[in-house]
């Protein structure tokens, strides 16, 4: 192979789906959305290269919730927005390189949720998204094999937000999203945490609100970092933060061109990555790290070696 070249990698998207598939060491992809096509097709990355694993299994959508089951050794995904403008309501495992849809009822269908995997429980925990005709504020428990609504109260509704399970605290923490209120898109700026009973609002001030931005645990300095996003003032955000548990820090450090529609994760070798998303010059299909000293660094043939 010509060290020269450029990987091979997935097509150019955004509102993809992204988790880390800890028994076999690797991120999977699945999905996602480029102006006049939705993806269907599941990638995975081993730290070093992209493979296609599967054009098969969940019709073509975006903006599905995933997470990785740590108990069950397996993915879930749930959810999305369909080419026809339909929002599903579907419950999907990835096991054994291969999808196998779940039987099962569950939250009604939304996009633009988010779902993590919650240790102390052994249970995933969904929270809102969007529907067809409203943003949703609702808190739902998978067990592997049954959906249950929680009775709690949470935050207010919203969509395009991220959270991640802080193994420090063990609390999962969300950040922003947007809402629509008379027709108009507004984003939101606010953290809460969930510690498997209740959701609390933490109220010190953080990044600028914003929507569709990336979050992932780092597992090696125990911090929540996020990066990127939009807000109707800001089409695209470059801004890199880190949450400690107590409070929200600026990085100052170079990062990668402003994006959003974005997903991060942790991976193997303890370095973050990112992948793609819309920008001001359409979709990307760049695969970013960044390393535990905060130094980001787009990978090509010869990177990471």
Not at 49 to 71: C, H, K
Not at 136 to 158: M, N, S, V
């Amino acid at each position: 192979m010509d060290p020269s070249s450029t990987l091979k990698s997935p097509d150019k998207r955004f509102s993809y789906s992204l988790a880390y598939e800890e028994n076999n060491k690797r991120v999977i992809l699945f999905g996602g959305f480029a102006p006049g096509k939705k993806f269907d097709d599941t990638w995975s990355w081993d730290g070093h290269q992209w493979e296609l694993l599967s054009s098969s299994g969940p019709v073509a959508r975006d903006s599905a919730a995933i997470t990785y089951d740590n108990q069950r050794k397996c993915i879930f995904l749930f959810g999305g927005h369909l080419h026809d403008d339909r929002f599903e309501n579907d419950t999907w495992q990835w096991k054994d390189d291969q999808w196998t849809q779940i039987d099962v009822s569950g939250p009604p269908a939304r996009n633009h949720s988010s779902m993590v995997y919650f240790p102390e429980l052994g249970k995933t925990i969904l929270f809102g998204g969007r529907s067809k005709t409203e943003d949703l504020g609702d808190t739902w428990a998978w067990d592997g094999t049954t959906w249950q609504q929680l009775d709690i109260e949470g935050p207010p509704p919203r969509d395009g937000y991220r959270m991640v399970y802080d193994s420090a605290p063990k609390k999962i923490v969300l950040f922003g999203g947007r809402v629509r209120s008379q027709n108009k898109l507004s984003q939101l700026g606010d953290t809460w945490e969930f510690d498997g009973a209740k959701w609390t609002q933490v109220n010190i001030p953080g990044p600028e609100p914003r929507s569709h931005h990336g979050m992932a645990y780092d597992h090696i300095n125990k911090t929540t970092i996020l990066f990127g996003g939009l807000n109707n003032a800001t089409p695209y955000f470059d801004d890199l933060w880190q949450w400690d548990g107590q409070s929200w820090k600026i990085l100052d450090t170079t990062c990668p061109p402003p994006r959003a529609r974005i997903s991060m994760t942790s991976q193997a070798n303890g370095n973050i990555l990112l992948f793609g998303g819309d920008s001001s010059l359409g979709p990307k299909n760049d695969t970013w790290e960044m390393d535990k000293e905060n130094i980001w660094e787009k990978h090509n043939e010869t990177s990471f070696r």
